[in-house]
């Protein structure tokens, strides 16, 4: 078992920063791929970014490639979503996801309960 726990939302302006961290408990963290997703009011979750148990390997969708990045801590059980120049489409609920699998679908095992971002134009 898997507990997430998601933090860092807020309001910020266009172009921007944010770095959300999500918190795992469970003895087995480090074993998991970890992902990040968004969700819109109205709209299905979509893939943002994941990161392999070890660090090693790192996906990003294509709308964010480049402003976003993702890493983690697995000393601290922690891991991060770096959001830099971000944009008003960029405005959703957050999530982190834990896996066996770094998928970039909604397949995951764990989710956390989601953070609030919004940008501001």
């Known amino acids: 078992q898997v507990q997430l726990v998601e933090s860092g939302g807020g309001l910020v302006q266009a172009g921007g920063s944010l770095r959300l961290s999500c918190a795992a408990s469970?003895?087995?963290?480090?074993?998991?791929?970890m992902g990040w997703f968004r969700q819109t009011s109205g709209k299905e979750r979509e893939f943002v970014a994941t990161?392999?148990?070890?660090?090693?390997?790192?996906y990003y969708a294509d709308s964010v490639k480049g402003r976003f990045t993702i890493s983690r801590d697995n000393a601290k059980n922690t891991v991060y979503l770096q959001m830099n120049s971000l944009k008003p489409e960029d405005t959703a609920v957050y999530y982190c996801?834990?896996?066996?699998?770094?998928?970039?679908?909604?397949?995951?095992?764990?989710w956390g309960q989601g953070t609030q971002v919004t940008v501001s134009s």
């Open positions: 990161i392999t148990w070890n660090g090693g390997g790192t």
């Open positions: 996801a834990a896996d066996r699998r770094a998928l970039r679908s909604t397949e995951y095992l764990y």
């Open positions: 469970g003895r087995t963290y480090s074993n998991y791929a």
